[in-house]
Every structure is written in C-alpha cells, then in structure tokens.
C-alpha cells in the first residue's frame, strides 16, 4: 500500500529538549516536504526536498532543520523547540514538482 | 510571491444544500491549482486538480471546481452536500515561476454540514 509514514504521532516535550519526527514513503516519490497546520492559519510549508542531499527552505523555515539522505526518508529535526513549535505537523511527498501531494498522517507536538 | 485566499472560513449547510466555496490566488503566469480536503481527525486527501485544458474538473465525490484564469479563482462546487462532507477544504497552489516547488495553501474552510 502506498503511504506516508510519520512517528511519532503524539508528542509532548519540553522547551529545548531536541526532537526528530520521522517520515519515510514507499512510493519512490523524489519529492517530499514538511508542512505545520495551525488554525487559522493553514498549512506553511517549512522544508521542502526535491532529491537526495537537495533541500530549501519553505515559508516557516526558523527552529527546524532536515536531511534527505536517502530518497524514502526526510525527518524533521527540532534542534530546541519552543512553545511556538506546538502545532500539527504533516510530511508529504510527489512524484513530480506539479503533482498532487500525498500526506502522512500528522505528528502532534506540544511543546511544554 | 505567491498565495491564495478561502474567503469562507466556516460554512454551515443542511443535507442537500448546494455549496460553493471561494479560492483566489495571487499569482499571474502559469498555475497549477489543488483542493484537498481533511476529514475530522484525518490527513489531507486530494479532492480535484487543474493543471490545464477543460476549465471545469471534476473530482472526487461529486466535487467540481472551475478555474476562471480572468479572476484568478478556482472556486470548488458541489450541487447537493452531504453530512458525510463535514470537513476542512484547503485550495493549493504551485506556479511555473518556483519550478513548482513551493505549494502555497489557503487558511482553509470549514465546513459543517447538518442533517
């Protein structure tokens, strides 16, 4: 089955304790980004990827960083989270740069 | 820079109302448009998309959306909902001018439908 797969779901962490969320997708997508939904506000775009080893900042790009090492991988690393990182977050990946976005499920991260 | 707007942030229909709801972009060259929709609880799913060709898509579960290039909108439509359509509606868009890289959603619509 095709999928986006994000761990973890549900997280509660306290300010500055660094946190990785991972996800990885199995249809060879070279595509794949990080979004964080707030009410009100959408989805923004955080970190983008277009392959292995090439990633650009999104709209939301400050307190987060990523890698692509790998084509199926692209966790999202909070190196200090803060409070203002409480959100929803969703990875999703395309097979090309027009094509439609497949989403993993959502991590939940509050931040304390 | 590119963004889009859902003038409708929370709709309320009953059974069998008809539904229009607003997305205008921002953008002038060329587009490539998206609705996705998220279920309580759920991620998002695509509903429609245009990339070009026939202005009128149609998609999933009796969606459509019409892509007026003049007005900049891509307004999504669905003749009679359903409660099974309560959800969050978001309009996306990718351009040209960013390889199509950047994909900029609007704030979203709620929609709650009554039985």
């Known amino acids: 089955e095709a999928q986006v797969t994000q761990n973890p779901r549900y997280l509660i962490t306290v300010t500055g304790k660094k946190l990785t969320v991972t996800c990885s997708q199995n249809?060879?997508?070279?595509?794949m980004s990080w979004y964080r939904q707030d009410p009100g506000l959408g989805l923004r775009q955080i970190y983008y990827s277009m392959n292995v080893e090439v990633t650009d900042k999104g709209d939301v790009p400050e307190g987060y960083k990523v890698s692509r090492k790998e084509k199926r991988n692209f966790p999202l690393i909070l190196e200090s989270p803060s409070p203002n990182q409480t959100s929803l977050y969703f990875c999703?990946?395309?097979?090309?740069?027009?094509?439609?976005?497949?989403f993993g499920e959502g991590s939940r991260l509050t931040v304390l | 820079a590119q963004s889009v707007s859902q003038h409708n942030h929370h709709v309320i229909l009953s059974e069998a109302a008809s539904l229009e709801l607003g997305c205008n972009y921002s953008y002038g060259g060329t587009v490539n448009l998206f609705w996705y929709v998220q279920y309580p609880g759920q991620h998002l799913q695509l509903l429609l998309k245009y990339f070009s060709g026939d202005p009128l898509v149609k998609g999933i579960k009796g969606f459509e959306a019409e892509f007026i290039k003049s007005k900049f909108s891509f307004n999504l439509r669905k003749p009679s909902v359903q409660w099974s359509d309560t959800a969050e509606y978001f309009c996306?868009?990718?351009?040209?001018?960013?390889?199509?890289?950047?994909?900029?959603f609007g704030t979203g619509t709620k929609l709650q439908v009554i039985p």
């Open positions: 999703a990946s395309r097979e090309s740069p027009a094509g439609e976005l497949f």
């Open positions: 996306a868009v990718t351009s040209a001018s960013g390889g199509y890289q950047k994909v900029t």
């Open positions: 249809m060879n997508h070279e595509y």
